[in-house]
């Protein structure tokens, strides 16, 4: 297939090294340093799940320059969702298939407004990956999974080729019948973890261990499951209890990219996450002061960077 990774960073960058190292056309949209390093040095990928070296790795600034491709798959922070997805045009024909693997609930209705709902999918990664320098990609743990589905719940042949593209890949891939269920299960918990491991500028551990804070996380995860059963999705109604639990299986020392944005003074995705559910709850009528307050705390600091 042809692909291009819209978005070279941890996640662009990781699963079109795999994807190219399978023996796909690999197309990676980059610029600055790591797209520099990315020409001169190849693209490195560190990984439990087996290191590799691709050189040379076809990696292009403009995606006027790549041409029309099988796939493209959006990468980019929540913030540069809006420019990203405006410039996709010269590489969409009329059979391309283009997925956001970005996190958030707005990322799919971005996409089709720019390239035509008939052309997007759904996506979803778990994934614990970053840019350790320059066309250096380093995975945490073994975990890298793709969900994937048609925004209507169907199956589809270009739907199964993608899937079959990347367990060629050696990519834990699932086809999912209710993507936008999927999508807001990630959602739910990464808006709270991220939310209050940025507000605290604490890990997890911390957050989890504090009586007060552990309240507030809780919280925070019903408020954001709330509003995603009012948005449709049919999420259970001890799925805020489940996720608290899951809280607790992480190692203590895990910080948000959120949060990491924070320290490292970058901006913030805080309008898609949290920002999210407060608009989304104004708009169905649910009450969301936690994520109020999220929002409310870090707000000065989400353009900073």
Excluded: C
Excluded at 159 to 171: D, F, N, Y
Aim: aromatic residues 4%; proline residues 4%.
């Amino acid at each position: 297939m042809k692909i291009a990774m819209m978005g070279s960073g941890g996640v662009g960058g990781y699963y079109g090294g795999r994807l190219a190292q399978a023996g796909h056309e690999v197309s990676f949209i980059a610029r600055g340093a790591h797209g520099e390093a990315m020409r001169k040095n190849g693209l490195r990928v560190k990984s439990e799940l087996g290191d590799t070296h691709l050189q040379p790795v076809r990696v292009f600034e403009n995606p006027a320059q790549v041409g029309q491709v099988d796939l493209v798959v959006l990468a980019v922070k929540l913030w540069d969702t809006e420019k990203a997805a405006a410039a996709l045009g010269p590489m969409i024909g009329p059979t391309t298939t283009a997925v956001s693997l970005q996190n958030g609930v707005d990322k799919d209705e971005i996409l089709s407004r720019a390239v035509g709902g008939e052309h997007v999918i759904g996506g979803v990664t778990h994934i614990g990956v970053v840019v350790a320098e320059p066309g250096v990609i380093a995975h945490t743990g073994k975990l890298a999974r793709v969900t994937l589905g048609e925004l209507d719940g169907s199956r589809s042949k270009r739907l199964g080729k993608i899937v079959e593209a990347l367990q060629g890949a050696r990519v834990e891939t699932i086809l999912s019948e209710d993507i936008r269920r999927v999508t807001w299960e990630k959602f739910v918990f990464l808006t709270a973890v991220s939310g209050l491991t940025a507000l605290t500028r604490k890990p997890i551990g911390e957050v989890r261990s504090q009586p007060a804070t552990r309240a507030l996380l809780h919280e925070a995860l019903r408020e954001a499951a709330a509003v995603a059963r009012a948005e449709g999705a049919a999420l259970p109604d001890d799925f805020a209890d489940a996720q608290l639990q899951l809280v607790d299986s992480f190692p203590p020392a895990m910080l948000s990219s959120m949060a990491q944005d924070l320290l490292r003074g970058r901006p913030l995705e805080l309008e898609w996450l949290s920002g999210a559910v407060v608009r989304r709850g104004e708009r169905q009528g649910v009450p969301t002061p936690v994520h109020r307050a999220i929002y409310a705390g870090l707000i000065l600091w989400a353009q900073l960077g």
